[in-house]
C-alpha cells in the first residue's frame, strides 16, 4: 500500500492558538479519515471526507483532492484537544494510517 | 449504547500457546477490521470483513486468523504467539466499507 505522510510529528502550543495538522497520500482515495486518539489509548473518529471541508465544533478538516491534501484544524485551541491525530487513506483494500501527529496544548 | 467491545483488555502471555482476542459490535455493521499499533510504525491493517463469511487479507496478516460467522462478532487468533506479535490491538467495525468507523478500547497484548 501507499504510503500517508503527516506533519508535524510533533506539535506544542499554547492555549488558543490556531492550530493546523497536515496529511499527504500519494495515490487517489475513497475517503481521507481524520482520528484522534487520547492518551488512555482510546481512538475516536472525527471526519470522513472525500471533497471540500467539514466542520464540527472547533474542528475543521479541508481536502484537495488534485494536491492529495488534507488539512485538520482546531480554532481555539485547549488542554483537551492534546492528543494524536492520525489520518487514514481510505480505499477498497482498506485504510492506511499515518503515523500521527502528537498535539499537546498548553495552559 | 453502541459499542464495540474487545476482550481481554490485556493479556500477557508466552510463546506458542494459542489466544483468541475477541471482538463485538452491537451496531448490526457490516464492515469489521483488526488493526495493530505498534511505536514508530503507526496503526497497521491486520484484517478486514466487509460481511458475513468474507475476509480479506490487510497489510501485515501474518500469524493471525479470523473469522466472521455472525455479523457482530470478529475474533482474531493467534495460532501460536511469537513476540514479535506483542502489540497494542484495535478492532473496528462501521456500516459499510466507507464510513468512519467505531473503535473498541483495544487490547494490550504481550507475547514473552
Known amino acids: 500500500k501507499n504510503e500517508v505522510e503527516q506533519s508535524p510529528q510533533n506539535l506544542t502550543a499554547q492555549e488558543g492558538e490556531f492550530i493546523t495538522i497536515n496529511c499527504s497520500y500519494s495515490v487517489g482515495i475513497s475517503a481521507l479519515h481524520w482520528l484522534q486518539q487520547h492518551p488512555g489509548g482510546g481512538i475516536v473518529s472525527l471526519f470522513m471526507?472525500?471533497?471540500g471541508k467539514k466542520k464540527h465544533g472547533r474542528l475543521i478538516a479541508t481536502i484537495n483532492i488534485q494536491e492529495k491534501h488534507s488539512s485538520l484544524h482546531i480554532t481555539a485551541s485547549h488542554p483537551r484537544d492534546s492528543a494524536v491525530y492520525i489520518c487514514a487513506r481510505g480505499g477498497a483494500d482498506g485504510l492506511t494510517f499515518g503515523k500521527g501527529t502528537h498535539l499537546i496544548i498548553q495552559p | 449504547e453502541a459499542q464495540v467491545t474487545q476482550n481481554p483488555r490485556y493479556l500477557i502471555t508466552v510463546t506458542g500457546k494459542k489466544l483468541t482476542v475477541t471482538c463485538s459490535q452491537n451496531m448490526n455493521h457490516e464492515y469489521m477490521s483488526w488493526y495493530r499499533q505498534d511505536p514508530g510504525l503507526g496503526l497497521r491493517q491486520i484484517y478486514y470483513?466487509?460481511?458475513?463469511?468474507?475476509?480479506d487479507k490487510g497489510d501485515v496478516p501474518e500469524g493471525y486468523k479470523v473469522s466472521r460467522k455472525e455479523k457482530r462478532n470478529f475474533p482474531l487468533i493467534l495460532e501460536s504467539p511469537s513476540p514479535n506479535q506483542t502489540s497494542l490491538y484495535f478492532c473496528a467495525s462501521s456500516p459499510g466499507g466507507f464510513q468512519p468507523q467505531h473503535f473498541g478500547d483495544g487490547t494490550r497484548l504481550s507475547i514473552l
Open positions: 471526507l472525500s471533497s
Open positions: 470483513s466487509m460481511n458475513v463469511e468474507v475476509t
